[in-house]
């Protein structure tokens, strides 16, 4: 009898912790409803926090006279859409955009966003919005204007396969000369494609790893009357050390390997290492998406320049207000806040690292995720003109992995573009 009852005051703990978690997990979403009908259009791209940020969004759809629809597409074709949909002076048609922080550079300067310090000091309580960490509000913060509200973190750092390090007898790499020696013996391996890669697939990609490179090697894009700095000879440092580690670790296979195909390159085997963003790392702790879940482990960026700061930037994701919208700015702040609550963030803390500094809980890649934050590179200098030398590092940079230019042609040809640029937008005389 007394085992009996045991079990059944078992059960029904289970019961109220299961229907506990199940409410957590359905929050609704605590918005009064507007009187006529609103529909409210989110744009954004697709990882896994950004996806469950979605969903706590929709989850405002089920209120009277509220219809919310998110549109998902990559990095690159959101920040165009939204490009085309403000170059011809209308009404937006998006109510609420995902940007990173060089979006609420390139946007933010030219008034294509709502400034959000009035609704933040509003439900500065209610929200509990001072739990935000003071880095994510700053990196959505020009001349004092906020411009984003912070969703999460993000930085690049080190995934590797713990089993053939074992197997080879290698220490993980602390900066890019050590990630070359490692290369030299993972190629050893005949089960993977490429030992390693980080993502120089397209010109973006080579100015996000070049910016980390440059600054380890103690310049910037910029010098303060904003003529070009990414050309000296540190720069050229950089651009050469990255060179180097394609030469030794990629090849022209994998240049072509972007993060997301990088990511599935692990999970399956075909490489070894990647330095890669941590919010592209859930997959790697399922065994239903990864046949190496057990033996993934993370680090932290490596160096570019041996003992300087670490490869990996200071990155976040926000969510804004175009300016251009129609709809009430009130309920489209309400609706992010409802998204990006202390027990939305609780829950996406299970998918990516959460920007509120009250949730301690976190994926296994959280620790080399923070290290790398505290020590890496830090954020994008808000300034228009770094947006133009962007661009043009873009359109260079590519030919030195191809080897069709020299690091310092490639980046002479880039200072050429960006003084063009530059002159013609008024940044320089």
Known sequence: MIKNVKILILLLVSMILFAVSGIAGTKACNIDAPNSSVEVNVIGWS?????????????????????????????????????????????????????????????????????????????????NLDDISDTGWEGATIDGKIYGIPATANTLHLAYRSDLFKKYGLKVPKNYDEVMEVCKVLKKEPTIDVPFTLDLSAGWAWEIEFL?????????????????????????????????????CMGPQGLAIGYEAAEVAINTGAQAMVHIWASNTVSMFDPKQSDFADVIKFAPAAAPK????????????????????????????????????????????????????????????????????????????????????????????????????????????????????????????
């Open 212 to 248: 980390a490179f440059i600054r380890s090697y103690g310049s910037d894009y910029l010098n303060a009357d904003k003529t070009p700095a990414f050309n000296n000879s540190n720069g050229v440092a950089a651009a050469t050390k990255m060179k180097e580690v394609v030469d030794a």
């Open 306 to 429: 041996p003992g300087s700061k670490l490869g990996g930037s200071a990155w976040h994701d926000f969510y804004t207000i175009p300016a251009r919208t129609t709809k009430d700015h009130d309920l489209l702040f309400r609706i992010l806040m409802e998204s990006l609550d202390h027990d939305s963030q609780f829950g996406a803390a299970d998918m990516g690292i959460v920007t509120r500094t009250s949730i301690k809980k976190g994926l296994p890649n959280l620790p080399a995720a923070k290290e790398t934050i505290a020590n890496g590179i830090g954020i994008y200098e808000p300034n228009q003109a770094v947006q133009l030398a962007q661009a043009a590092l873009g359109n260079w940079m590519p030919f030195i992995g191809t080897g069709e230019m020299t690091p310092k042609e490639a980046l002479d040809a880039a200072a050429k573009e960006y003084i063009k640029e530059a002159k013609a937008q008024g940044f320089l005389k």
């Open 47 to 127: 990882f896994e926090i950004m996806d469950f940020y979605a969903d706590q969004m929709k989850k405002c759809g089920e209120v009277k006279n509220i219809d919310v629809n998110v549109q998902l597409q990559d990095f690159q074709a959101t920040k165009e859409a939204f490009r085309l949909a403000n170059a011809g002076g209308g009404d937006s048609p998006f109510d609420i955009m995902h940007v990173a922080n060089t979006g609420i550079t390139e946007f933010g300067t030219i008034g294509w966003f709502l400034p959000l310090n009035d609704l933040i000091d509003k439900y500065r309580d209610e929200y």
